[in-house]
Every structure is written in C-alpha cells, then in structure tokens.
C-alpha cells in the first residue's frame, strides 16, 4: 500500500536558518513519482517539486534543495536561509505510475519562521 | 482564467441540506482532480475526470457525494443531505494531461471552498 509519512507535524525556526522537512514513503511500484507542495495560509497548494523515482539525483532550486535517497525512502526538503515568506504547510506526496489519477499527500509539516 | 478557480470560496450549510461546489479548471486541461481535506491534514483524493468521463469515484467516502463534468471543463460536486464530518475544504485541482503522465505539468490546485456543516 502506499503511505506518506511526515513525522514533524510543526517546526519553529528562526529567520535565516537553515530547516530540513522530512518526509518518507512507501510503495510497492518501482515507478513512482514525488512531490513537494506549499500550502500557505490563502489554502491554495502550490507545486514545487515532482521527482520520477528513477531519478534520485538531488536537486536545487535557489534557497529549496531536495534529498532523494530511494535506499532509505526519503525525500527530504531543506530550506536554506529560511525567510518569514517561507511559513506555511508543506505536503510531501506520492503517486504510482499504474495509478497516476491520484496523489497521495502526507500530513504535512508546519513550519513557521520566526522573524 | 489564469489559475484554476473555486466557488463558493466559503460555505455554510445546516445538517441535511445539500450543496454543490464548483470548479473552473484551467482553459484547456484535460484532466480535473476533486480532494477533500479535513483540519490538520493532508488532501484526500476524491475523484478524477478525463475530460467529461469519471474515471475513478474510488475516493468518494459515500453516495451522498456526486461530482459531474458534463462538457469537460467545468466540474461541480454535489454533496446531498450533509452531515457534520463532510466540514473540510474542498480542493479542485486540473492539469494539462494525466497527473504523472507524459509531461511534466504539474496539478494546478484551486484555492478550495471551505464546507462548514452546522
């Protein structure tokens, strides 16, 4: 079956830290894809990152940098020199290749950035 | 529209009423995602339309719950005689193809309508 796990429900930083999201899956598929969202407070989700599962470079986008690791079934999301904007809900999830009319969402993390 | 768009962004209702919630997805994407997601967690997959057709109902909790795309853009989803644990926010979500398909386009996610059932 699969399952999303995000262990830290809330995590308080202050401005400028660096922060890591945790996040674990599991699967049974050997194709699969990866996700991060950003639910700010408006409630809208916006997409960050998708990740085929064949793919386990890690990846950087400006502050956002993604830990692949397939071996441990992780997909970690650090945040570096975290910023007040950077507070919200973050939702990692999953998708099977045989099944892609459906994402799996975690529970998400809270994080907030204290100024 | 330049982003999927949701209405009513609120709703009330009393127990028992029935209420349909809209979405306007993106101009042109085939393929249209309903969720449901309770306080303090994730969203629930609900059910997906290619184009007009439902292909999958499998996460719709009961059959007081009915969601349509006649024409294959916009999609209403219509909870009959609401009880209290239908209070989520509901989230629409459409992309350009299949989610995980062929392209890299993401879902892009409405901004959901909250369901308060009193």
């Known amino acids: 079956a699969q399952k999303v796990t995000q262990a830290q429900t809330e995590i308080s930083v202050v401005e400028k830290e660096d922060v890591t999201l945790d996040c674990v899956y599991e699967t049974r598929d050997t194709t699969y894809y990866l996700f991060w969202y950003k639910q700010p407070p408006s409630g809208e989700l916006v997409f960050l990152i998708r990740?085929?599962?064949?793919?386990?470079q890690n990846e950087i986008s400006g502050r956002y940098s993604w830990n692949f690791q397939k071996s441990t079934s992780s997909f970690n999301f650090t945040i570096t020199a975290s910023q007040v904007v950077d507070s919200a809900v973050y939702f990692c999830?999953?998708?099977?290749?045989?099944?892609?009319?459906?994402?799996?969402f975690g529970k998400g993390t809270r994080l907030h950035i204290l100024p | 529209g330049a982003g999927v768009s949701q209405s009513p962004r609120y709703k009330v209702a009393k127990r028992g009423q029935d209420v349909a919630l809209r979405c306007d997805p993106i101009s042109g994407h085939v393929s249209l995602f309903w969720y449901q997601q309770a306080l303090g967690q994730g969203p629930e997959f609900l059910t997906y339309?290619?184009?007009?057709?439902?292909?999958?109902k499998s996460g719709l909790p009961s059959d007081r719950f009915f969601a349509e795309r006649p024409e294959g853009s916009v999609s209403t989803l219509k909870i009959q005689r609401t009880q209290q644990e239908d209070s989520a926010v509901y989230l629409c979500a459409s992309s350009l193809f299949r989610l995980s398909g062929e392209s890299d386009q993401p879902q892009h996610f409405g901004d959901g309508t909250r369901l308060s059932i009193l």
């Open positions: 999830a999953l998708s099977e290749e045989n099944r892609d009319d459906k994402i799996i």
């Open positions: 990740r085929n599962s064949f793919d386990e």
């Open positions: 339309f290619q184009n007009e057709a439902q292909l999958d």
